[in-house]
């Protein structure tokens, strides 16, 4: 039995080696596609047709599939071809060499059905498939092609890296619309891999404004030519002006075009058409990112984005919006003309949306504003101090002005002015910028002050009165630079350079003055020495001076004491004396009266008598003497008689000669 099936075997392998070499039989593998001629016995080709269809001679648009095929000899012929093969990143150009001819204006061949991916020749002839190159490609796969009908170009299907995109140009459709530079977006097409539709949705032949983005595309490249190129990148600090290359006119006297909506910054070139975008450059700007622009329709320049540090602010000035009104000629605003701030040069300060000076600033931070639309002017508004003088840095040289008596003097001075934020816009209004105002203004005006005062004064007097010069500068330019809208701190002279010869004579007079005041100094000195020396002594005898002060002081103390004590003694006599007087006084009184009493009645002799014999007995008066002396006769007795008579004299003439007192 196992004998017997060899022989089968054997006997079918010699059959089909017989077949095959008298071309009676054809094998095709897995992997390959058999393309089949037919030589005799059919109908001949139309002359417009290369490939034949069932029962015409020649080249045979159906293919044979894997397997043994019986046919006669001599009567076809196989060719035997490999499968297409596209790869997972790659794309299947076609081009038919048979078919129905394009129409007119057609390049590509149109989309047909039935064909299965070109598998089926004999469908896609009979369902009138173009000659020429298809729009439909073939994706990845593996596919049994009739390679005699179809020429099959593998290409690398588009690849857009991040960061790029991809600018399309078709090489078939609809013209463009009159006055455009560039086709319309049409739907449908799937990112150009869906030609067909491309076309049926009236795609035009020409630049497309729809870009392909990052990713991979299975695109006709035989329809569409892709061009990579990089996305439009905004760096930090950097703002975007767009222009674009189509779209409406420009209104007349219009620089810049109107602000269009819903173009997603300009990355959808079909909506800022179609909402009635306008050529040339734009209102709305790029801030910074990575923008996937079509830069066929729109060219983008970088500039710096506008940066207002601390301490100043930007001033803008509009190139867009409405027209502001114009004051009449009266020399007052138009009535409810909120457009027009004060008149003359204040008139170009506008409200936001009218052109001109605008009157809102802008403050310290980052602003991405278009540079062809507004313009910012940089205002400080910290103090800004202007130097004239010698130094290197300095705008302004010191001022050379002559004085009075005709010598030529320099001046240093230094002006400190500041601007108000809400005072910028009139300043610009009425010189342009603080660089025009230093320049134009304050320089001429400072330069002018100095001249003038400096002419009325000789150069000493200039110098002396400094201050008042100062003064008289500042009075002039706070006066002058409020027309501007600045205010003016200060005025300060920094320093007066005097003639040689002048400064030499001014030299010689202080330095006679310090001479002066040094012989003053040392006088002052010495007397100060004098006073130390005397303020030395007075210590060093300190201790004596202590105790003399006190002494006296003890002596002041004993003197009042005693003076006290005699005062007291004194007052105490007194008042005995007064007391003894009184007595006496009342003794006399009564003795008066007493004599007088005594007087009436003996006689006055008598009464001395009587006394005189008072006087003896009570030992007042002695009458017998210590030592005796004894003389003759009468004259021992007048002695008597002349001292009696002295005693009683000495003694009684008070009481004989006083009346007495009542």
Known sequence: ??????????????????????????????????????????????????????????????????????????????????????????????????????????????????????????????????????????PPGLYRVNSYLFKITVMDAITIPAGSIGIVNAAAGQPLDQGRLYAKSVPGHNNYQDGEAFLEQGGQ?????????????????????????????????????????????????????????????????????????????????????????????????TSDALTVNQGQVAVIISNVGKQPAVPVSTGEPKANDDTVDDFNAEKYVVTEGYRGIQRTVLGPGNFYLNLLAYRPIIINTTNTTIDWDDA??????????????????????????????????YLVSRIGSIENLITNVIHPLIDSSFRNQASTASAMQFLQDRHEQQDQALKRAVNELSKYHVEVLSVLISNIVLP?????????????????????????????????????????????????????QVAEQIKQKTIAIAQGEAERIRLEGQGEADKILAIGKNTAQAYELTRQAVTPEGLVSIELM????????????????NGGGEGAGALVNAVLAKLMKSNLQLPLQQQPQE
């Not at 012989?519 to 100060?528: A, I, L």
Request: hydrophobic share 45%.
């Open 1 to 138: 039995m196992g004998i017997s099936i060899l022989l089968y075997v054997i006997v079918v392998i010699v059959v089909i080696l017989l077949l095959a070499s008298a071309r009676m039989v054809a094998i095709i593998g897995g992997q390959q596609v058999g393309i089949v001629e037919r030589k005799l016995f059919g109908a001949r080709l139309p002359s417009d047709r290369v490939v034949a269809l069932p029962g015409q001679i020649g080249i045979q648009a159906r293919i044979l599939g894997p397997g043994l095929h019986l046919f006669f000899p001599f009567l076809f012929i196989v060719r035997v071809d490999n499968l297409v093969t596209i790869g997972e990143n790659q794309v299947g150009i076609i081009e038919s060499i048979d078919g129905r001819p394009l129409d007119p204006g057609e390049i590509f061949g149109r989309v047909v059905t039935g064909h299965n991916h070109f598998q089926d020749a004999e469908a896609f002839l009979k369902n009138e498939g173009q000659k020429g190159i298809q729009t439909e490609t073939l």
């Open 205 to 301: 032949k020409g630049p497309q404004l729809d870009i392909l983005r990052p990713g991979r595309y299975r695109i006709n490249l035989r329809m569409f030519d892709v061009k990579v190129t990089p996305a439009i990148d905004v760096p930090s600090g950097k703002v975007g002006i767009v222009t674009a290359n189509d779209g409406e006119e420009l209104p007349e006297n219009e620089l810049i075009a109107k602000t269009i909506q819903g173009h997603d910054m300009f990355q959808n070139a079909a909506a800022f058409l179609m909402n009635g975008g306008q050529r040339g450059p734009q209102l709305d700007v790029l801030t910074p990112g990575k923008f996937y622009i079509n830069p066929l329709m729109f060219s983008v320049q």
């Open 392 to 425: 290197a840095d300095t705008k302004f040289d010191s001022l050379n002005v002559n004085s009075k008596d005709g010598f030529a003097l320099k001046v240093g001075v230094k002006v400190v002015i500041r601007v108000l934020p809400d005072q910028s816009p």
């Open 500 to 552: 040689p010869e002048l400064m030499e004579t001014q030299t010689n007079k202080v330095l006679a003055l310090q001479r002066q005041s040094m012989f003053d100094e040392q006088r002052n000195s010495e007397q100060k020495r004098i006073a130390m020396e005397k303020t030395k002594a007075e210590a060093d005898k300190q201790a004596t001076l202590v105790a003399a002060q006190i002494d006296v």
């Open 614 to 629: 008072k006087l003896i007995a009570g030992g007042s008066i002695k009458i017998t003497p210590e030592i005796l002396i």
